[in-house]
Each structure stands twice: as structure tokens, then as C-alpha cells.
């Protein structure tokens, strides 16, 4: 019987805080609370950006350094050499073209993943060690999220069943 | 799958992409009594395996999976 097993357990780290960087870890997230499991996501770094109340709604696509640069759509202007993502503007750009394209696909919003992860008890875990070099008080994440550092999320993941770091 | 397993609803996720399906299956489910029938349209080909993947996880039941040009209908009983 499956209420019996014990419920496997996933353990993720996110560490960047960029928008194409976090949908990886709330797609596992949601998924996994779908499928009856017990999540908890570690937002540690620039991933704290992620249930940063302020940051979420207008997490960007770094047009610089990113690997997923140009954007895998000719019809997207920001094809040609690298730097063209140092021109001003071009973050924007790739930000507003990565949400066109998702929002084509029906996919869902970030703020969506994070909302089914909770509706299925997925915790979300503020890394305090980020907290207190980038100056985030509690009261700057959104709700759900408890505030611990690595130890007590490695007891956590010390019981999962699946950990990855994101 | 006989006469008898009427789906009790059809969620239509067609156009979909993962993680949506696994997701609005997993909601659907619980707005659903034991024993009924979900039917499922899906046209992401990942779902397949994804459904198989959800079957086993949670213990609810595939009774069927259909494909019709590019078409997936996926016939879910709920156990528990």
C-alpha cells in the first residue's frame, strides 16, 4: 500500500536567482509534491532572489554570461556575438522574450510553481548565512518560507531519497 | 477497459507541457471520490512516461492508455 511506504523525500538546493534558473528547481518541486512526495527547497545565494517578496515578480534573463545565450529562436534579436548582451537593454529584452515563450507554452509563472510546491506541503527554506550578507529580513520573503542554515537543511536532506543542487 | 469505467470527468491538458499535467492530474484527483474515473487528454509525448512515472508513486491506478495521432487519453482510477 502506497500510504504506508515511507514518502520519498527531495532535497533541492537553488542557488541562482535568475528566471531561467529557477524554473529547474520549482518544475522538480511541483512535480514531486504531485506525485506525493516530501520537498524541500534550499534558496540559498542569489537563488534567495526567488522568495524575495520584492524580487520575484521581476526575476531577469542575464542577456550576459549566461550560457543559454543567444536565445534558441532565430526570430529573437539578441543572436550574433556575446556582446551583444552588454548592450543596454538586452536583459530586458530576453527577459520579456523568455516570458512571451513561456506564456505561449501555457506554462506557468514561477509565483504558480511556488503555490502548488506549498499547496502540497513542499517547504521552502531561506538560507540565514544569505540573509545576513545580502541584508533580507524575514519579513522580505514571502510566506511559507522557513529561515534555517545549512546544518538543519542537511539533516533535512539527509533524509531524502533525491538531492539535487540547482 | 470494459463498458463499466465511465469516467466520472475528463481534465483536458492538451497543449500542455510538464510539469502541467502531472500537476492538474494530481489536483483533479483529490477533488475525486475512490473508485472513480479520470480521463486525461494530453498531447505532450513526455507525459507518457511521466503518467507511469505518477502511477507508480502515488498507487492510483492507469487503467488505459489510448494514442491517436498524437493524442493521449490516459484513464486514471483513484485508489486511496
Redesign the interface.
Known sequence: ???EKKR?RLALVASQGSLDMAYPPL?LA??A?????EVGIFFTFYGLDIINKRKLPTLKVSAVGNPAMPPPFPSVPLQGPTIIGTLPGATALATSFMKGWMSK????TIQE?IE?TLD?DGRLFACTTTMGVMGVEEEDLIEGVSCLGAAAFLDFASEADVSLFV | MGAQATPRRTLDCR??????P??E???AIKGMEVGQILEMLATDPGSQADML??EK???HEILDTKEDDGLLRFYVRK??
Open positions: 500500500m502506497a500510504e520519498r518544475i511541483s512535480t509534491v504531485s506525485m506525493g512526495w507554452a501555457n506554462m506557468p510553481l502548488v502540497g | 497543449g500542455l507541457l510538464c510539469p502541467m502531472i500537476i492530474v494530481s489536483k512515472a505518477w508513486h502515488t498507487g485508489t486511496r
